[in-house]
Structures are given as C-alpha cells and as structure tokens.
T-cell receptor
Framework: NAGVMQNPRHLVRRRGQEARLRCSPM?????VYWYRQLPEEGLKFMVY????????ESGMPKERFSAEFPKEGPSILRIQQVVRGDSAAYFC?????????????FGPGTRLTVL | QKEVEQNSGPLSVPEGAIASLNCTYS??????FFWYRQYSGKSPELIMS????GDKEDGRFTAQLNKASQYVSLLIRDSQPSDSATYLC????????????FGQGTRLTINP
C-alpha cells in the first residue's frame, strides 16, 4: 500500500502528557501537511513541511505544538502538555513535487483523546 | 466573511438524481480548487481538482469553476446511496504546493 501512513490511529493521553503523531508520505511525495479537525468543525491547516524544512507554520498554535520532517524517517507532530481542547482528529497529507496542481492525499488520521 | 463557504446541509437527493454541491470563496487570488469526500469517522478522499474556468468531468462527477463569480460546484450524476457523505470544498491561493483552506462541508444524503 503506497498511501499516506499515520500512526498511531488512536492515542489517549492525560492532561499534561506529550503526544507524538507520525506521518509517512506517499512514495515519491516530499511535501507533508498537517491538518486538525475538531469535533463538528472543519479541517484547519496547521503546518507544511518539506524534508528538514518548515515551509509554512501559520496554522500552528504558538505554544506546545511543533513539527518536523527529518531527512530520514516520518514527519512528527508533537504536542506538549496536552489539554482537553487538543482532542481532535489530526490528519497528515502529502503531495508530489511535479505537476500543475499539487493534489494532496490524506492519511487515515490520528484520533487524539485527552482525558 | 469566511474564506470558503458551503451550505452545511443536509442535502437530500433521491437515488439516481443529480446532486449539486456549491462553494464560494472570498480570495480572488485563489488558483486551485478541490473537492474531497469524507465519510463519518474517516479521512478526506480527493474526488476532483480544477484550476481552469469551465467544466471538468471524471466519471459521474463534474466540477465547475467560475472565477469571475468566485464559485466552484460539484455535480454528481446518477447518485448512489454510497455517495452519502460530507463533501468538502478546498482552495489554495497558488498553484504550487500550498495550504488548503477548507469550507465547513456539505452533508449529502442519497435516499434509496
């Protein structure tokens, strides 16, 4: 399966703990995007990364959230000291570097529940 | 004014009929437009992309773009119960890789 992979699919954390969400893009894709979908709300952009570079983090909360896409390995979205309001579905998408329209393909998502 | 607006629905359409979904956007600089389908509890699935004025057809789906009026629509012909889902309209400001700005989505129900 050459699709976008995310793990874990479900993650439960207690308030104050750290959450690490991983995303492996589709084969041949070098652009990774993270989106968050709060319950009963729309998808919101968080951050756009290429290998070893953060291109656009305009949607990232200023505190507690960080993202990386190292030269080797998956992209990581890290949430420190989680709070109940962080409970949401976090989706990763990837796109390729060639073509006119950079279509983004989504992974299955990580459902984060903060107790 | 929201950047991307959709009627939240629910939109009910009888099986076999044409479902018409509409989306308007506020930024005249928007370049690329996308329709995604999202089943409850699942991730968005890309249906169509369009960036030129006019129609683009793919099977039972037709995307229509009118940049002068700043709207994009999705037509689903011969609607099937399996088409029941939330349809998300998304736009980017540039043709290159950029963040997607999503509408709230339209919930579509196809009645057998």
């Amino acid at each position: 399966n050459a699709g976008v992979m995310q793990n874990p699919r479900h993650l439960v954390r207690r308030r104050g703990q750290e959450a690490r969400l991983r995303c492996s893009p589709m084969k041949g894709h070098s652009h990774v995007y993270w989106y968050r979908q709060l319950p009963e709300e729309g998808l919101k952009f968080m951050v756009y990364l290429q290998k070893e570079n953060i291109i656009d983090e305009s949607g990232m909360p200023k505190e507690r959230f960080s993202a990386e896409f190292p030269k080797e390995g998956p992209s990581i979205l890290r949430i420190q000291q989680v709070v109940r309001g962080d409970s949401a579905a976090y989706f990763c998408a990837s796109s390729q570097i060639a073509g006119v329209i950079y279509e983004q393909f989504f992974g299955p998502g990580t459902r984060l529940t903060v107790l | 004014q929201k950047e991307v607006e959709q009627n939240s629905g629910p939109l009910s359409v009888p099986e076999g009929a044409i479902a018409s979904l509409n989306c308007t956007y506020s930024d005249r600089g928007s370049q690329s437009f996308f329709w995604y389908r999202q089943y409850s509890g699942k991730s968005p699935e890309l249906i169509m992309s369009i960036y030129s004025n006019g129609d683009k057809e793919d099977g039972r789906f037709t995307a229509q773009l009118n940049k002068a009026s700043q709207y994009v629509s999705l037509l689903i012909r011969d609607s099937q119960p399996s088409d029941s889902a939330t349809y998300l309209c998304a736009v980017t400001r540039e043709r290159g890789a950029q963040k997607l700005v999503f509408g709230q989505g339209t919930r579509l129900t196809i009645n057998p």
